[in-house]
């Protein structure tokens, strides 16, 4: 059936250093991809997305990477702050089922 | 502009009652959808709402009902309460279907 899946449960990163979180997901039919961050006691909030015509999209200190061949997504964060530590989604969409398939999150803990 | 808001925050309910929960999207935002989330698990897709009529529906029991208001307003009821549905309840609202979903900080219920 359709998943989303994360690599790691639980990503420890230095402060300063890049942090890098993957995705597979398995539906070769989705073609609209997003990354939420969810901090504790808060709802999922939107990052990054990527629409299945590009490979890469850059914002702040944020990029997605999308690999169609091997169905793999990827989040990198530069220079990851304390402020970043938070459980991370992925999520895919496919048109016409009108529905989104997340994740189960990856933890991102940064180290001081 | 306001973000989604979700009412309310917390409740504790016991076995066998229900439970109506509310969302109001960002404004102007025609679609709803609401996801359960467990620890452990990732989002459990519920349903989606858009122009008042019910989109799509994930795979929960009927007990999970929606509905959606001509002001775009949601709420879902759950009856009959089990322990199992204990979890945090998001609401997300997008402009339209297929489009970017924020969400809200959730309802947490507790079934007792």
């Known amino acids: 059936g359709e998943s989303v899946g994360l690599h790691l449960p639980t990503l420890s990163v230095q402060e300063g250093d890049n942090s890098i979180i993957n995705c597979a997901y398995s539906?070769?039919?989705?073609?609209?991809f997003i990354w939420y961050k969810q901090e504790s006691g808060k709802g999922p909030q939107f990052i990054i997305d990527?629409?299945?015509?590009?490979d890469k999209r850059q914002g702040q200190r944020v990029t997605v990477l999308l690999n169609k061949t091997v169905k793999h997504l990827s989040l990198q964060i530069a220079a990851t702050q304390p402020g970043d530590s938070a459980v991370y989604f992925c999520?895919?969409?496919?048109?016409?089922?009108?529905?989104?398939?997340f994740g189960t999150g990856t933890r991102l803990k940064v180290l001081a | 502009k306001a973000g989604v808001t979700q009412t309310p925050r917390y409740l504790i309910k016991t076995r066998g009652q229900q439970v109506t929960l509310s969302c109001s999207p960002i404004?102007?935002?025609?679609?709803v959808s609401w996801y359960q989330q467990t620890p452990g698990q990732g989002l459990q897709f519920l349903f989606e709402?858009?122009?008042?009529?019910?989109?799509n529906k994930g795979n929960f029991p009927g007990r999970f009902s929606g509905r959606q208001f001509s002001n775009s307003r949601s709420e879902m009821n759950v009856s009959t309460l089990e322990l199992g549905d204990s979890a945090l309840y998001l609401c997300?609202?997008?402009?339209?279907?297929?489009?970017?979903?924020?969400f809200g900080p959730g309802t947490r219920l507790l079934v007792l």
């Open positions: 997300a609202s997008s402009l339209f279907l297929g489009e970017t979903q924020y």
């Open positions: 539906n070769s039919a989705s073609d609209y």
């Open positions: 990527i629409r299945s015509n590009m």
């Open positions: 999520a895919d969409y496919t048109s016409g089922t009108y529905k989104y398939i």
């Open positions: 404004s102007g935002h025609r679609s």
């Open positions: 709402y858009f122009s008042e009529t019910q989109r």
